[in-house]
């Protein structure tokens, strides 16, 4: 079924288009969830890209010294019920709206986290 929507879903995409580009995503919504959902019910990379830290910080009770390595676990965030609405399960509505467009989620980490964001999540 799964599979079916999105050939259905890219096939009515090229009934008025001549070919598929990376920048049609916004024109597949469902397709553009089934993707997201891969990556985050997978857990391409659970752990990320270890960051080192790069000056001495405090971070709530927290003392974090500059060289000290940190890494996230982006298992733990992409499995998060606060975060998600079908975290234990392969479900494509992770990313939809109510009306079925295509919606982000800043726990969407598949790959790492920027310089930034590892505070955020912490």
């Not at 019910?41 to 830290?53: D, H, M, R, T, Y």
């Not at 890494?71 to 494509?92: G, I, R, Y």
Request: hydrophobic share 40%.
């Amino acid at each position: 079924m799964l599979q079916a929507k999105v050939h259905k879903e890219i096939d009515a995409f090229l009934e008025n288009n001549e070919n598929l580009q990376y920048e049609d995503c916004t024109n597949l919504p469902y397709t553009n969830a089934v993707i997201h959902e891969i990556q985050r019910f997978s857990n391409v990379a659970p752990l990320g890209l270890p960051k080192i830290c790069t000056q001495d910080i405090k971070l709530q009770n927290y003392s974090i010294t500059k060289g000290t390595i940190i890494e996230t676990n982006l298992a733990s965030v992409h499995m998060d019920p606060k975060k998600w609405k079908f975290p234990d399960s392969f479900n494509p509505s992770n990313f939809l709206n109510k009306e079925g467009k295509f919606q982000d989620n800043e726990a969407f980490l598949p790959f790492s986290t920027g310089k930034l964001l590892v505070l955020v999540l912490i």
